[in-house]
């Protein structure tokens, strides 16, 4: 019996709800997407409820189902999550912040929570504050993609339930708390850093540049979503799998690492609307070659689900339909493909939902029902049924003959 390899194809925020406008159509029922339907129509669909019915899922705890892990055993919030993406090697008892650069006049009042969206400089402003020693307790600082980066404190005695300190809009930055009996230090040590980092960055070269341009100063950090890493057993021991991971949003390379995967860095691929498809789609075959599954996520369909913009969606969808042409036309065809979306993201609400999203697996020898297009409605009448997001794996593993037996 061969094993097969296999593809995940996560289409971010991708599924919908029907729009009036349109006919009552989701912008996956409007979109021409040929390879998207060839997938349905060569295998089996179902509809798939990511995390359980009614919950809505992040982007993060989604993923963490998808790759067969129970999301509520295993999440620790968002900062370790970015942490690793952003490359930090995480240890036991370390606390992974989310921070953004922000603009204070006078080290308590927040101008500007973006820092006028920086985009040059971050990594020289990080560098400043990277390495300082609060106590015992060893920073960690390292810049993410525009006013984004990640905090994390290094230490004996620290504890993660702390309050943040982003005040989450413009106005007065928020002094952190302790949330357990244990975590005062965590809190005193926090805002420590956050008053350092005004005094460090206020003088720093790149920001009296950026303020004699006209530029809002990225002069002080406003630390949230603390979180430690749980103890996780990686995607490789547990399935027997060699991995990889193709994202373009740092958030989504975290989950890839934190669960093993190997992450492979594609020039272009932003996490954008910009982002380079093709690209993927070329990157996802070279690593087919190495790897037993290979995982790919594109935001862009989540983005314009977040702008409420329907036609915006469509026209992603139809972009991703191209790179999956592309990417169909270059895999060898006993690879089992799933293709399916992490949540809803409908253009009616501007957020997630907990719609559950649709699902087509097919590979040269599995079954085929009656389905003809991927969409949320034509999905459900297929024969997968309507299944959670911790079952995917299991059964793309099913399909690709991967699956040990039970028994004797
Ligand atoms: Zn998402
Ligand atoms: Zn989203």
Known sequence: MKHK??????????????????????????????????????????????????????????????????????????GPIEAVGAGIDLHEGDVAFRCNFATSDDGVHIRDRRAGRIRSG?????????????EDVEVIFKEGSEHRAVLVLRGDGLDHRVSDVDPHSEGELLRSRALAPNADKTANLLNEFVARSYEILSKHKINMDREKNGLAPANIVLPRGAGSPAPIDSIASRFKLRCAGIAGVTMVKGICRLVGMNVVDVDGATGGLDTDYLAKARAAVDALEEHDLVFVNIKAP????????????????????????????????????????????????RDHSADPVPVSVSGADSRVDSVREHDEISAASGALGRIRGVDLLPIMLGTANRSSKFGA
Do not use: W
């Open 5 to 78: 390899k296999m593809l995940m194809v996560v289409c971010d925020g991708a599924s919908d709800r029907p729009v009036k406008e349109f006919d009552g159509r989701t912008p996956l029922q409007v979109a021409r997407k040929p390879a998207m339907d060839a997938i349905a129509r060569n295998g089996v669909s179902g509809t798939m409820d990511v995390i359980a019915p009614g919950v809505v899922p992040g982007s993060d705890t989604a993923h963490l189902a998808l790759f067969g892990y129970d999301p509520y055993q295993v999440y620790t919030g968002r």
């Open 122 to 134: 971050a990594a020289e402003l990080a560098e400043a504050l990277s390495g300082m020693k609060l």
């Open 302 to 349: 989540d983005i314009a689900g977040h702008d409420g913009d329907f036609r915006l969606k469509v026209q992603v969808i139809e972009n991703i339909d191209m790179m999956l042409g592309s990417l169909l036309k270059d895999l060898h065809e006993e690879v089992v493909v799933a293709l399916t979306a992490d949540h809803s993201t409908p253009v009616s609400i």
